[in-house]
């Protein structure tokens, strides 16, 4: 009797399995390259579609390229989530080995779901050749051309040209442009049903370019089928969107900052209760301060180059310590030593002034709004972060994957602190709109994201892992752990170093040990700790 049930429960996880039921693939992935022959150094383009043929939305695909000659110097945009059921075709931009030759290149594919799961699995293989050589006919060419340098909030055109060099009939079933983030097409030529042997057509596009600086590829992608097989073809150009708000009018930036351009003209820096702390009124002369920050930026092309160019002047010209005096942006001008709420006001001053919207934004203990100043400035990707005290600049995202955002963490949570933007209209007491949630909203899923894109490929499966088997406080402490790892190298080398058991080990270890302390205002403390 015991050995039918034993029979019978074999028999039927056999079924089970062979049903796929258990290790059913959450997607079906194909790969395919436009070209098999480069130049040395030329691009070729990696295009990977995925059928999410699985049973929870996917969140994101990272392609990972066994040959270290070839380098990723482009990844598409994956969707938040791409739906059960729908496909999606992606396309990474790979630079070719310098060097001519024949070379393996071995590609795998992996997924991340909406339950945080990695799915690996997904393989491929291609010969390619890399030779000065012009590259055999006998396929469809597209080349793309467009301005290379644009200004931002502009039209421009973009044409894309397909030729056939085969001595047959292409049917051409779709032609897809990939833009860079924030660029949208306003126009788009009709791509024709077929091309006839040793014939080239053109399709014209109009695009319109974001109020942002960018640098990157711009590609066209097309679907063809040649004798019932279909095949895809390539071709990218580099471009650059260049976004100057100083030399911008106030219609234009209206436009461009919508909502938060009040944070250019608003006329106080800080709100009431600073002015009666320090007796000081912190208004001042955008113009005086527009000349000479002008003459700063010269060859800035974002505010983020600016808001740097601004930052690198003031930690040179002036010594940080003592107390505050002032919250005239003209008077700590004419100082040598300034307090560091001083210079975040005349950071944020001068950023106003040459027309970026900034404020201060400071800790708030429900009485007293002047602590741990800093200066956000706003682009059309969000809000970004200058901190003097602790020479970072950066957006929000890559300051809460910083060394210095838990301790602030753990101020927010366990005494109730507040992050607040100075706003005041009038200087009559306090005046600031909480900002708080900016900070903490999706807070693990957003430093996950950061520290995986800090991780090299082939790591990143390890990663999720190391999170998956942790409870929900131990796995926020490991982001920040592993957040403050003093750069890029010392985190992929403490991932290869150590065994997901290992890793998990020390991370709950530490966990326990300082979870009820005041933790350290710099978090690499632990981290060198933990990596011993």
Same mark, same amino acid.
């Given at each position: 009797?015991?050995?039918?049930? +034993?029979?019978?429960?074999?028999? !039927? ?10 290790? *059913? ?21 990696? +295009? ?23 380098? +990723?110097?482009? #990844? ?19 630079? @070719? ?96 049903? #077929? ?68 944070? +250019? ?19 001042? =002369?955008?113009? /005086? ?10 060859? @800035? ?14 930690? *040179? ?5 003592? =107390? ?27 950023? *106003?002034? %040459? ?30 972060? !200058?901190?003097? *005290? ?21 101020? %927010? ?29 999706? /807070? ?49 080398? @403490? ?22 302390? #005041? ?14």
């Amino acid at each position: 009797m015991v050995m039918k049930r +034993i029979l019978l429960a074999v028999s !039927i996880l056999l079924l089970v399995i062979a049903s796929g039921c258990l290790f *059913r693939p959450p997607a079906e992935v194909t790969f395919s390259l436009d070209r098999t022959t480069v130049t040395p150094g030329g691009t070729l383009h990696v +295009i990977v579609t995925v059928n999410n043929t699985g049973k929870v939305g996917l969140t994101g695909a990272t392609l990972i390229i066994s040959n270290g000659n070839f380098e +990723i110097i482009q #990844e598409p945009k994956f969707p938040d989530v791409l739906p059960v059921g729908k496909v999606i075709q992606l396309v990474w931009i790979v630079r @070719a080995p310098v060097k001519p030759g024949l070379y393996n290149m071995k590609l795998s594919l992996e997924l991340t779901d909406e339950l945080k799961r990695t799915w690996t699995g997904f393989y491929d293989q291609f010969r390619v050749v890399v030779s000065k050589k012009t590259p055999p006919t006998g396929e469809v060419m597209v080349g793309i051309t467009a301005p290379g340098r644009m200004n931002g909030g502009a039209i421009s055109p973009v044409k894309v040209e397909i030729t056939n060099t085969m001595n047959t009939k292409v049917i051409l079933e779709n032609l897809k442009l990939d833009l860079l983030p924030g660029m949208n097409i306003t126009s788009a030529g009709t791509l024709p049903d #077929e091309i006839g042997p040793g014939d080239t057509v053109s399709v014209r596009y109009v695009v319109r370019t974001p109020y942002a600086y960018r640098n990157g590829y711009i590609s066209a992608i097309l679907k063809y089928n040649v004798g019932g097989v279909d095949r895809s073809a390539a071709a990218s150009f580099p471009v650059v969107i260049v976004w100057e708000p100083w030399n911008t009018n106030t219609s234009t930036l209206r436009k461009a900052y919508g909502f938060e351009y009040h944070w +250019i003209t608003d006329k106080y820096l800080v709100d009431g209760y600073w002015a009666k702390k320090y007796n000081s009124t912190p208004d001042f =002369n955008r113009e /005086l301060l527009r000349k000479k920050t002008l003459a700063l930026i010269r060859g @800035a092309t974002s505010e983020t180059q600016a808001a740097g160019l601004i930052y690198d002047w003031i930690t *040179r010209e002036y010594t940080f310590g003592g =107390n505050t005096t002032t919250l005239k942006p003209s008077e700590i001008m004419t100082k040598k030593r300034i307090s560091y709420a001083e210079g975040q006001i005349l950071l944020t001053a001068m950023l *106003r002034s %040459i027309n970026i919207p900034a404020r201060v934004v400071t800790l708030y203990n429900g009485t007293d709004c002047t602590m741990r100043p800093m200066t956000e400035f706003y682009t059309s990707d969000g809000w970004y972060i !200058i901190d003097l *005290r602790h020479s970072f600049i950066g957006d929000i995202d890559d300051y809460l994957a910083s060394p210095y955002f838990p301790r602030l963490y753990q101020l %927010i949570t366990e005494k109730g602190y507040r992050l607040v933007a100075q706003s005041p209209t009038t200087l009559k007491g306090h005046a600031h709109i909480d900002v708080t949630g900016d900070f903490m909203a999706n /807070l693990e899923d957003r430093l996950i994201r950061i520290v995986s894109s800090r991780l090299k490929p082939q790591l990143r499966s390890k990663f999720m892992i190391v999170l998956n088997d942790m409870n929900p406080n131990e796995r926020l402490y490991a982001l920040f752990l592993f957040s403050s790892a003093p750069n890029n190298d010392a985190l992929n080398a @403490a991932f290869e170093d150590f065994s997901t058991e290992k890793i998990e080990q020390n991370v709950k270890a530490l966990y326990e040990f300082y979870k009820d302390m #005041e933790w350290s205002e710099n978090f690499t403390r632990y981290w060198k700790i933990f990596v011993g």
